[in-house]
């Protein structure tokens, strides 16, 4: 080892001690002010958090002349690309949300709160936030002795600057969020010119405030003390689970670097106690006291570690991804022989196929059959037992369609009466129309007949669109 | 009431008896005291806002001047708002223009469903399902036509059948004969010769009709001049639960014989007096679609 190697070192290590004394654990008490460092994880964070963009630009994309992806409330029809769906079909959002659920439900049993570290909007808003905050007032020695600077010009200057950006981030999000909804070219027509329904208005100022105060001032406050997801996940952890863990064993006891002193002579850890951990981290927590209700396992802190390990020279990774078991020695689980995430899986996997399933079969048209029940049947002076149906025929195109009605099923005498004239199906609404069955006694051989309602409409493109249901026909006792 | 207070610092209100007993003052606290005060003047706005104090009939108004049943008014109001084209459209067609009209049509349903569960569904079944001796509405068999014409009539002025009481007439062996000979029509067979004899030399075929289908003649514009008498030769029955007895109980007794005791009832009440021509027409398009309208 070179002599100029270990001066820069020590120096190194000195100006991380002369930093150290700034930092301390998050209390709530004052603004944390967290340093931000370069490295791996750093650039994950950024990666994850470009996701986000999706939210900004989606509402833009274009299919076949509409929106992609447009949920349109006030016509109660909701387009996903080259897929309409209704109301009716709202039952797939449960199985979506139970996706979601579960997904973070087995991400986080995997991996521990990856949601909340890279992807969540508070911590990728906040994010932002405190980078804008950084670029306009420094580092966070800085940003604290601007706080507590006499408001003068350049401070008022600054402030107001940081404040003004954070709330067009704020209206941006607000405006996206609308534009989801609303058709978004016309959205930016009408709501410039002062035309936009006042919900618009409201949900945009709505979104602006919340996030102004959630991402600029709430901060991981947001994550303490409002959010359930928090402290649900903090139960979905288990000794499996892999989360950025500080390695005690290999760290205690902490102390810092002793000038002069060589690997030999050491009676301390690794930890050289320098404070970085605690000085990125976003929440304002000590990692090192382990995992606990403030991580965000944002990683931020091995990137920090990692760094000084590398400049002290020794090994990397103090702070790294591991599971308790990993750190306590026991052997570890491989993946999948794991119940957990099996069970998950499973889950995962039968509400994917519900929504596949569902998307899969979504007819474009769709049938009800209501049978009166009062009668069930009667006679008819023919001796034959009359049925009614009231048929309700739901047009999901965005054509108005006449839809022809056929029947299948029963004895060849069966007659359809009422079906005559095609129905008059206008899109996107349920058109009634109601059709008599009659059947010749002699030709029941059931009081119970089943059958089956056939509609088919061609739509201005030409292309046929049927669906069907099966109903029953009702006698007499026999 | 001691003059010095021998417990300070305790918060008590300085009335003390018998040496020790006193009186504590523990306040609500504040922000209980808050709610209640706030509440207090939630109270005190409503009272001005809103009809509260009982003075004399009416309570006082309230500057609101809000009240259920001008509420109530204000909704109903909007509900025949709404109403209001389609029933203007629907009081200038007739029963039979309505029903070339599907969209019309599908209205008139919706609007006629309450008046037929007030006024009809009573005896004749909600649907029309019908009732032991009231007829099935939603086949296609009537005792005085199914047109829209016939049916409207019948709503409007009520229907009476009348059927002389047999006993005494005819012998009991007669009866049973024709008895058997309608159950025998109503299942498709061609009838016994003796029952067709008896039939037609006893006169019920003046009523009945030559075919015993209830028609006496056919009009060229196809609608049927009955008189109520129903179609033997169908497999419906007017009284309940049909086939032998049911035959020939109503042969002997008849229907709507005054100062016969077993004499079947059948009256229909008219609804001219009860119901607008509006809510009359609505019906007749009702019944008509119930599943047996001509």
């Known amino acids: 080892m070179s002599n100029t190697r270990v001066e820069g070192r020590t120096r190194a290590v000195d100006e991380l001690y002369d930093e150290s004394v700034h930092w301390h654990v998050n209390t709530g008490g004052e603004t944390i002010h967290a340093k931000r460092l370069p490295g791996k994880w750093r650039s994950i964070k950024w990666l994850a958090a470009g996701l986000w963009l999706v939210f900004f630009l989606g509402p833009y994309l274009r299919w076949e002349g509409h929106q992609a992806v447009l949920f349109d409330i006030p016509n109660r029809q909701y387009h996903i690309f080259a897929v309409t769906v209704l109301p009716q079909d709202f039952w797939m959002l449960s199985l979506l949300l139970l996706f979601f659920a579960i997904l973070l439900a087995v991400a986080t049993a995997l991996v521990g709160r990856v949601w909340c570290g890279f992807f969540c909007f508070q911590t990728v808003w906040t994010d932002v936030f405190t980078w804008i905050e950084e670029k306009l007032e420094g580092q966070p020695p800085q940003r604290r002795k601007l706080d507590k600077a006499p408001v003068d010009l350049r401070k008022a200057g600054i402030k107001a600057t940081k404040h003004l950006l954070w709330l067009i981030i704020g209206f941006a999000t607000g405006f996206s969020f609308v534009a989801w909804f609303v058709d978004a070219p016309s959205l930016w027509r009408t709501f410039f010119l002062g035309e936009a329904n006042l919900v618009v208005y409201v949900t945009v100022g709505l979104f602006t405030v919340g996030t102004y105060v959630l991402a600029g001032w709430l901060r991981e406050q947001t994550c303490f003390w409002l959010c359930p997801y928090a402290r649900i ?46 000085a990125v981290c976003p929440t304002g927590i000590d990692i090192r006291n382990g995992q606990q209700e403030g991580c965000i396992t944002c990683a931020l802190c091995i990137d920090a570690c990692d760094a000084v390990m590398e400049k002290v020279g020794r090994p990397k990774g103090l702070i790294r991804y591991a599971s308790l078991d990993e750190l306590e020695g026991r052997p570890t689980k491989r993946l999948l022989a794991r119940p957990r995430v099996w069970v998950y899986s499973t889950i995962l996997l039968a509400a994917l196929s519900g929504i596949i399933y569902g998307l899969w079969s979504l007819d474009a048209i769709e049938l009800k059959v209501l049978q009166e029940r009062a009668p069930l049947y009667v006679t008819l002076s023919d001796g034959s037992i009359q049925n009614k149906y009231t048929l309700k025929v739901l047009n999901k195109t965005n054509d108005n369609l006449s839809v022809r009605v056929s029947i299948a099923g029963g004895p060849a005498s069966l007659q359809l009466v009422g079906a005559e004239e095609p129905i008059r199906a206008a899109h996107g609404t349920v058109s009634p129309a109601t059709v008599f069955v009659r059947i010749p006694r002699k030709d029941l051989e059931s009081d119970r007949v089943p059958l089956t309602f056939h509609v088919e409409g061609v739509r201005s493109t030409g292309e046929v669109v049927t669906t069907k249901r099966p109903t029953v026909f009702m006698g007499p006792a026999r | 009431m001691a003059e010095h207070n021998p417990f300070p610092g305790e918060n008590n209100t300085g009335h003390i008896w018998d040496d020790n007993l006193r009186e504590l003052n523990n306040p609500a606290p504040r922000w209980w005291m808050i709610g209640f005060w706030a509440s207090v003047l939630w109270w005190v706005g409503y009272a001005v806002l809103y009809p509260m104090w009982p003075i004399g009939q009416e309570p006082t108004p309230g500057i609101l001047g809000w009240s259920q049943i001008l509420e ?165 029955w007017r009284f309940e639960p049909g086939g032998f007895e049911s035959a020939r109980h109503t042969i002997a007794y008849g229907v709507n014989q005054p100062g016969v005791e077993q004499t079947r009832d059948a009256v229909m009440p008219g609804f001219a007096g009860r119901l607008s021509e509006q809510d009359i027409k609505k019906l007749v398009v009702y019944v008509h679609e119930l599943g047996g309208g001509k």
């Open chain 2, 72 to 236: 109530y008014e204000r909704s109903l109001a909007q509900v025949t708002e709404v109403r209001a084209p389609f029933e203007e459209r629907i009081a200038g067609m007739t029963a039979d223009q309505i029903l070339a009209d599907p969209g019309l049509t599908q209205y008139t349903l919706s609007s006629a469903k309450v008046l037929f569960g007030d006024y009809c569904s009573a005896c004749h079944g909600s649907g029309g399902a019908g009732n032991p001796g009231f007829p099935v509405l939603a086949d296609d068999d009537w005792l005085f036509g199914g047109t829209t014409a016939k049916l409207a009539e019948s709503i409007a002025n009520g229907r009476k059948g009348a059927m002389t009481a047999h006993k005494g007439i005819l012998t009991d062996a007669e009866i049973d004969t024709l008895a058997h000979w309608v159950v025998e029509l109503s299942e498709g067979q061609p009838g016994s010769e003796q029952g067709w004899a008896l039939y037609r030399g006893k006169g019920c075929n003046a009523c009945h009709g030559e075919k015993a289908n209830g028609i006496l003649a056919q009009l060229p514009d196809g609608s049927v001049v009955t008189v109520g008498a129903a179609n033997l030769a169908d497999g419906i």
């Open chain 1, 233 to 278: 996940q903090g139960v979905m952890l288990d000794r499996t689970t892999v989360v950025p863990t500080y390695d005690v064993t290999r760290g205690e006891p902490r102390g810092r670097v002793k000038k002069g002193e060589g690997a030999a002579q050491r009676t301390t850890g690794d930890c050289i106690d320098c404070a970085q951990c605690v």
